[in-house]
Structures are given as C-alpha cells and as structure tokens.
C-alpha cells in the first residue's frame, strides 16, 4: 500500500489516521517516513509517526498500524413500526438512526427488518 499525504487511513485498531507529510525521515530506519494523526477512542487527536509500510513500531505488530484507507461506515438505522391512519394494515414502517426514537409513542419496534450487521475486516 502507498501511503500518500492528506489521505485518511485507518489503524489495525480501526483508529482514523490523517497523513500530513510523507517521506520526511530516513527511510525504513526509524519511524518517521510518514507524520500524522491518529484519533484515539476519545475522539482526541494524537501525533504519530509511521515508517512509509505503515508500521508503527520497529519489528512489532501495534493496534496503531496502518492497514488501509479509511471509509466512513454506513449509519445503522433501526425499523419501527408506527400507527398509519392512511395503510390498510393501520400501521406503516419508519427506519430512525439508531439510538433514537420516533416521536410517536405507541411505535413499536420492529427488529426482523432491521438492516444485518456488516461483518468486521
């Protein structure tokens, strides 16, 4: 993989990493071929130095590694179904970003048609 500036990767750990240089430290010798900034589980923004494979540690395997690009996840919505004066049925189906809820409070959940988990790289 080619690790390029102003790119965003993402960590073994599945931290994002932003690129600001590459090609800034002697190559392959000590970390600091590739600088940036990776976003620990707080949401905080954290210097780091990469050798230009990714690696974030001489001859270790880390969590802070980089192994790829990085790709927002698709949001998660959850179906509810909620009273419809409009359908035969007298009920109609909302999907609502997960972790809310619908403004109606006799909506109930409807969990067999909620979207499949996307399985884990």
Known sequence: M???????????????????????????????SVHGAYEDSVGEWRAGAWLSD???????????????????PAPKFRAWLTPSLTEATGRRVVLIPDGDRPTDSRAERAPWLDEPEAPHA
């Open 54 to 72: 990714g690696v974030f540690h001489l001859g270790q395997k880390t969590v802070l590694d980089i192994v790829g690009e990085y790709t927002e």
């Open 2 to 32: 080619r690790i390029e500036t102003g790119k965003v990767y993402r960590t073994r750990g599945g931290n994002r990493v932003r690129v600001y240089a590459v090609g800034c430290g002697p190559e392959g010798t000590m970390p600091g």
